[in-house]
């Protein structure tokens, strides 16, 4: 069984034999098994909840919108007021967050709001705003999500894609295919197209996912791996584990966490094998890795696992940190 889709911003990932995919908004599943054990989860809330403030409240843009997003996946309703405040700071980044966290979580004190952002100055925020508007219900904000998928500008269609898929409706499949084969779209666009269509689980979509994880660039391995966890069933499952054995450890990861997301905890041994070993040498591929990790962990719950959290919460790298901290929440939350 899957829970709903969250959404976590991540840098695209560069290296050998890896393509470019620029900034994008990447849709993680959270599915969290908790087994008790020797790590005391519940002594970490303080400093996870600490964490997670502290981020709201940074003055960098990224680490404001990964905080809202933890905040939204890990089910914390009371932090939803300092969420919701965030709909009117100055990046689009943080609105755009903001409003789909609104949504996400049905955060109704904030309809007022959100009405007012349908006309921000940003295409962005107006779709992340009808978007939550539609999530609470007002469907005539639909259409104009399905509208702003064919601008010509491609991050706005990107997230009209993402956004889309969220929403779950078979009614997008048209628009969503439309965007995936339009020669004109972005890597980003594209890709966002084919998740939202496996998020909407049309299996038609099966071998083109597909040919992504045996693609020799790594980006498409580790895109495809978010991509078949959102298709899920069985055929998902099997594909995914045939990942685990990557020669790249952020695919290796990302398959773990995914097949976490469907409730399989096959990625385990991988998850622990990676803390076994030194951490990658350069800085932004640990900082990946160390935040797959840290998500994978909470995913699986394992007791084991569970004992790295209290390290990656004290990580030079903030996003690390809010990594390890949505892990502690969400298991605390299944206590």
């Known amino acids: 069984m899957k829970r709903q889709s969250n959404t976590i911003i991540f840098l695209a990932m560069k290296g050998p034999k ?6 994008f908004f990447i849709t993680l599943l959270l599915f969290v098994s908790y087994c008790k054990g020797s790590t005391d989860v519940n002594g970490l809330v303080g400093n996870a909840e600490k964490l997670v403030k502290a981020g709201l409240r940074s003055t960098d843009e990224r680490i404001r919108a990964n905080a809202i997003e933890v905040v939204s996946g890990s089910g914390r309703s009371e932090l939803m007021g300092e969420v919701a405040a965030l709909l009117n700071d100055p990046s689009v980044m943080v609105r755009f967050a903001a409003a789909v966290a609104v949504g996400d979580t049905n955060y109704s004190q904030a309809i007022e709001k959100l009405t007012q952002l349908t006309k921000d100055s940003d295409l962005n925020v107006v779709l992340a705003s009808n978007y939550a508007l539609c999530k609470m219900g007002k469907n005539k904000n639909y259409k104009v999500l399905e509208e702003l ?7 706005v269609q990107a997230n009209a894609a993402m956004l889309l898929g969220k929403l779950g409706k078979k009614e997008s499949l048209p628009v969503l295919y439309k965007i995936k084969d339009c020669p004109d779209s972005s890597n980003t666009s594209a890709f966002n197209a084919t998740e939202a269509i496996a998020k909407i689980g049309d299996e ?3 071998k083109k996912i597909w040919t992504m994880l045996i693609s020799v660039y790594a980006d498409d391995r580790y ?3 978010h991509a078949m966890a ?4 069985s055929k998902g499952i099997n594909a995914l584990l045939t990942l685990l054995d990557d020669e790249i450890a952020e695919v290796r990861l990302a398959a773990a966490e995914q097949l976490g997301t469907l409730g399989d905890i096959s990625g385990k041994e991988v998850i622990a094998a990676y ?8 800085k932004a591929s640990a900082e990946r890795c ?4 840290a998500l994978a962990i909470g995913q699986i719950g394992d007791e084991q696992l569970a004992v790295h959290l209290p390290k990656l919460m004290q990580s030079g790298s903030p996003f690390v940190q809010l990594a390890a901290a949505k892990s502690v929440l969400m298991l605390d939350k299944l206590r």
């Open 204 to 206: 038609r979509i099966y």
């Open 290 to 293: 160390n935040s797959l990790a």
């Open 223 to 225: 895109m495809g791996a």
């Open 275 to 282: 803390f076994r070993e030194p951490a990658p040498a350069d």
């Open 18 to 23: 890896m393509k470019k995919y620029g900034l």
């Open 230 to 233: 959102a298709l899920g069933g």
């Open 149 to 155: 998928a064919f601008n010509k500008n491609q991050v």
